[in-house]
């Protein structure tokens, strides 16, 4: 069974920076895109960013390019999205999401996701 | 960026009833469209790819349609717990973009 467990989520200042996770198991994760997709309070969805399998290609959403960064360590199978310059509209849930194999393709599991609140 | 706009906002349906939610892609997307459903914010759970595609242990009752700019999620014949908010998304290209969502409540 695919999991998809984030962890990192917290209140942090405007300016402040924090790291979230994502561990996987149930697959074999190098052989995935990963993405992280994130929830505004009563809002709907938005692609934050994305990276091969290999790690050697990422994406970011206009809103946070910059300022954050994805990558991932596949000897432990964990994602990671290390956020930085925090605004308080990056306040959200952030969902981490596995592409049913390649970068073009949906996301076919997400996890629970973590709160990330920003906020003085 | 490639905007996806999804009608109704929210519509209440009976239990039985044939429900139809529509997404329109500002550019063609190349049938590189899904349908997500998520419940009182909880993870989203994906249900639809390439337009039409189920994915496995989604009830027969859904089903996609369309192409090019224009798409539909049809779920006939309601049941209780399709209440929740329904998501279409696109990922021809970046920066991948959801309609705005469609929430969903059964009489």
């Known amino acids: 069974e695919v999991q998809l467990l984030e962890s990192g989520g917290d209140l942090v200042q405007p300016g402040g920076s924090l790291r979230l996770s994502c561990a996987a198991s149930g697959f074999t994760f190098n052989t995935y895109a990963m993405s992280w997709v994130r929830q505004a309070p009563g809002k709907g969805l938005e692609w934050v960013s994305s990276i091969d399998f290999r790690g050697l290609r990422t994406d970011y959403a206009d809103s946070v390019k910059g300022r954050f960064t994805i990558s991932r360590d596949n000897s432990k199978s964990t994602l990671y999205l290390e956020m930085n310059s925090l605004r308080a509209e990056d306040t959200a849930v952030y969902y981490c999401?596995?592409?049913?194999?390649?970068?073009?393709?949906?996301?076919?599991?997400w996890g629970q996701g973590t709160l990330v609140t920003v906020s003085s | 960026d490639i905007q996806m706009t999804q009608s109704p906002s929210s519509l209440s349906a009976s239990v039985g009833d044939r429900v139809t939610i529509t997404c329109r892609a500002s550019q063609d997307i190349r049938n590189s469209l899904a349908w997500y459903q998520q419940k009182s914010e909880k993870a989203p759970k994906s249900l639809i790819y390439?337009?039409?595609t189920l994915e496995s242990g989604v009830p027969s009752r859904f089903s996609g349609s369309g192409s090019g700019t224009d798409f539909t999620l049809t779920i006939s014949g309601l049941q209780p717990e399709d209440f929740g908010t329904y998501y279409c998304?696109?990922?021809?290209?970046?920066?991948?973009?959801f309609g705005q969502g469609t929430k969903l409540e059964i009489k």
């Open positions: 390439f337009v039409s």
């Open positions: 999401a596995r592409h049913k194999v390649i970068l073009k393709e949906h996301f076919q599991h």
């Open positions: 998304q696109q990922y021809n290209s970046y920066p991948y973009t």
